[in-house]
Structures are given as C-alpha cells and as structure tokens.
C-alpha cells in the first residue's frame, strides 16, 4: 500500500502556556489542527503527554534559565500562563509580570515570530457597562491582575518595533461553555470562537502587534474590534440564547460594589494585606 505524506500544517511545533488551565485544555485540543506538535507548559498537573504530537513540559515562568528552555525549537507561542484572577502583587508580578517578560526574552533568543499573548477584558475594566470600548480607547486597568496584562501588551508593541515578534494580544472576555450571569451577556466568548480567534492570530500575515477583544457575536458587546479587521475573526455565537436562562437569576442591586464597570467584581477586590 502506497504511504502518502502527512498534511503540511502552517507550524512544527507550538507552545501552549496555561495548558492545565480551563482555557488551556480547550486550546491543547486544538492547537494540533495548526501544528505537528504542541508543547503543552504548565506548573500545575496535566493528563500525560500522548504521543509523538503532543509534548508536556513542567515549567514556573519565573524562572528565566527554564522558560528559555521550553521556548528551544518553537515556531509560535501560545502564552496563556499567569495569575488568571486579581491577587497580591507579589503574585501577580512573578508569573505576569515576569514570566511574560521571560517569554518574550526567550522568544527573541530562539528566533520566534509570533505570538498570542492572552490579555485581559480587565485592562479596560474600569470603563461603564453599556460605553464601547477599542483597541485605542485609552487603557483603564482595574487591578493588579489588569495592570499586568496591559504590562504584557507593551512588552509585545516594545518587542515588534525592536525585535520584530509580532504578537496578537487577545483581551478575554468571560470565556466559558455557556454566559454565567449578566454581565457576560456582553462579555461571553463561547469556545469555538475562542480557537477560532487564536487560529486567526496564529495565521494572519503581518499582525505586528494587533490588540482584539476575545468576545462572541454577542446582541449587547460593550467592545469594537474595528482595528482588528485584518485579523479575519468573524465570531459565530451569540449568548442570546442563554439569557432567558441568566435572566431567571436575581437581578444585581445598583447599589452593588462594582456592578456598573465592565470589570466587574475585579474593580473592587482588595486591598490586599490590610490589617
């Protein structure tokens, strides 16, 4: 019988970061569409590596010397890895702060390319619900965990314009199965227009470094992504389904902490360490 070659895929081998995570394992499944082989990071369990395309590596982001290790012999980046929530400083500086920075240091060292770095909703929480917000409406962080991602997004524009890694930073909205209460009727990212999105930003020519909202074709978005048309992300999903289901849940009082910023309950968790 007559072997025929494998398929070409655009890429040999990418890194996934975050992999252990939600987001992470919905992407580990995914990724192999793109590429022969994903290196799947994370410092928290994963299910074992399967086989000769999918490779685990254990890896803290903190650490410089490991972090250049993982990046030897990848084409592109998948970085998801960090504090995924709002914590002390402290925390979020070493695995977003840092580890980003490590990232991007390896990247330049191993000749990568590009990059799907995962910001954040979160560096724009502190707009109103109901104000739309781009990719060029001034920066409004609402936390420790937000400032870090707007960190990251300059560390990738720095990076392009010295470097020339171009990087797509995809700002999250609430990505889940299904809209968990309210708010992300207009945040909501339904999981097949998030590997959609990252198909788009491992893909598209000339990025440089393109800043887009992660968000399903949602009735009420709060965010245009009018400057990432190039990008070709046409979201299929809507949460409209699901909001006679979310509607059922007690209504917010107005009066609530938070409840009228798009970041929600990130603009007012902390202080932290107070007495």
């Given at each position: 019988m007559t072997q025929h070659p494998a398929t070409p895929k655009p890429f040999n081998r990418i890194l996934l970061t975050g992999a252990a995570g939600g987001l992470g394992r919905v992407l580990r499944e995914a990724l192999p569409t793109h590429a022969h082989i994903v290196r799947a990071s994370d410092i928290s369990p994963m299910t074992p590596s399967r086989g000769k395309h999918d490779e685990v590596a254990y890896c803290d982001l903190a650490d410089k010397a490991g972090v250049a290790a993982l990046v030897?012999?990848?084409?592109?980046?998948?970085?998801?890895?960090?504090?995924?929530?709002?914590?002390?400083?402290?925390?979020?500086?070493?695995?977003?702060?840092?580890?980003?920075?490590?990232?991007?240091?390896?990247?330049?060292?191993?000749?990568?390319?590009?990059?799907?770095?995962?910001?954040?909703?979160?560096?724009?929480?502190?707009?109103?619900?109901?104000?739309?917000?781009?990719?060029?409406?001034?920066?409004?962080?609402?936390?420790?965990y937000g400032l870090s991602k707007a960190y990251g997004e300059d560390m990738a524009t720095f990076y392009f314009h010295r470097y020339g890694i171009q990087t797509v930073s995809v700002r999250i909205g609430s990505s889940f199965p299904q809209p968990r209460n309210r708010r992300m009727l207009s945040t909501w990212l339904s999981y097949p227009d998030l590997e959609h999105l990252v198909a788009r930003a491992l893909l598209a020519d000339q990025v440089e470094h393109t800043v887009v909202y992660g968000v399903s074709n949602n009735r009420d978005p709060w965010w245009n992504n009018r400057h990432a048309a190039h990008l070709g992300f046409a979201p299929q999903d809507n949460s409209q389904v699901f909001r006679a289901q979310v509607e059922q849940q007690t209504k917010p009082a107005e009066q609530q902490p938070g409840s009228g910023f798009q970041g929600g309950p990130f603009t007012v968790a902390g202080p932290f360490g107070d007495d």
């Open positions: 030897k012999d990848v084409d592109a980046i998948v970085h998801l890895g960090g504090v995924s929530v709002e914590r002390p400083f402290e925390q979020i500086l070493e695995a977003n702060i840092r580890g980003t920075f490590h990232v991007y240091e390896a990247a330049r060292q191993h000749g990568v390319k590009r990059i799907v770095f995962a910001s954040s909703n979160h560096v724009t929480g502190f707009y109103p619900q109901g104000v739309e917000v781009d990719a060029h409406s001034p920066r409004r962080p609402d936390g420790y």
